[in-house]
Nanobody
Framework: QVQLVESGGGLVQPGGSLRLSCAAS????????MRWYRQAPGKERELVAR????????NYADSVKGRFTISRDNAKNTVYLQMNSLKSEDTAVYYC?????????WGQGTQVTVSS
């Protein structure tokens, strides 16, 4: 079955960096686009970044453009989110997502807290 497992979250000071990873299994990873979402307390889940299957084209939310980079390693079935220049408003649970045959699959999420 499809599984997405996020890792790499934690506590970081403002201006710091983190790299999130999402290990995928149960499907042919290289054939599917991947996305990172986040959800802060009391807010709706929002799309942060996405990367296509073929060609690896990327898109970002305006709030993270220039600071976050999404990438994928098809040999390792893993998608990454490099987060630089972190701000307190980046504090959220970050989720990995893919859509297969019109069905959404989600990981369990990883907490990112930006605080001094």
């Amino acid at each position: 079955q499809v599984q997405l497992v996020e890792s790499g979250g934690g506590l970081v000071q403002p201006g710091g960096s983190l790299r999130l990873s999402c290990a995928a299994s149960g499907f042919t990873f290289r054939l599917y686009g991947m996305r990172w979402y986040r959800q802060a307390p009391g807010k709706e889940r929002e799309l942060v970044a996405r990367i296509s299957s073929v060609g690896g084209s990327t898109n970002y939310a305006d709030s993270v453009k220039g600071r976050f980079t999404i990438s994928r390693d098809n040999a390792k079935n893993t998608v990454y989110l490099q987060m630089n220049s972190l701000k307190s408003e980046d504090t959220a649970v970050y989720y990995c997502n893919t859509e297969i045959w019109a069905r959404d699959y989600w990981g369990q999420g990883t907490q990112v807290t930006v605080s001094s």
